[in-house]
């Protein structure tokens, strides 16, 4: 049988491995002044990436152990990783709405209409700044729960003995 110390090694190191595909993810949408349709399903391509290297260890290993281990420290760390994924709901909120506009408009398949997205719908400024709060929040408290997800590694399995 796999001791807690491999398991809680490898969920340390999938959780580790999904920031940089956050932040290449976040890279592809600032460096393109054009958003088409293959840089978006690139982007969400990357995105999905890392998320899923977040959740499986999230959904098969920490949250069922999560009361078995409650301390006040634990409480914090699922806490902020809770609210993690409720800003990445506010931002799906966001995103869905703006993508079902712009495919409306087209923008994707033709993506060089000179026309301000704001002008497309009257919530579309509301849908943005969702969008923008959401991802903002999610990388925020995702950091805080990382590194407190951290913090209970070290402590816990005294790993620099």
Partial sequence: MVSELATATVALVMVTASFPFYLYGAWIMI?????????????L???????????????????????????????????????????????????????????????????DQDVDLDDLHEHMGAWRRRLRVGVFGYVFFWLLAYLLGLIRYLLRYDVFR
């Fill in 45 to 111: 391509k990357v995105i999905a990436v890392g998320l899923t290297l977040n959740t499986i260890p999230v959904v098969f290993w920490m949250a069922p152990r999560v009361l078995e281990q409650i301390s006040g420290l634990a409480a914090v760390h699922a806490f902020f990783g809770l609210q993690a994924y409720a800003m990445l709901l506010v931002a799906l909120t966001g995103i869905v709405r703006i993508l079902q506009v712009k495919l409306t408009h087209d923008l994707y398949g033709d993506p």
């Fill in 31 to 43: 460096d393109t002044a054009v958003v088409t349709w293959d840089v978006l399903v690139y982007h």
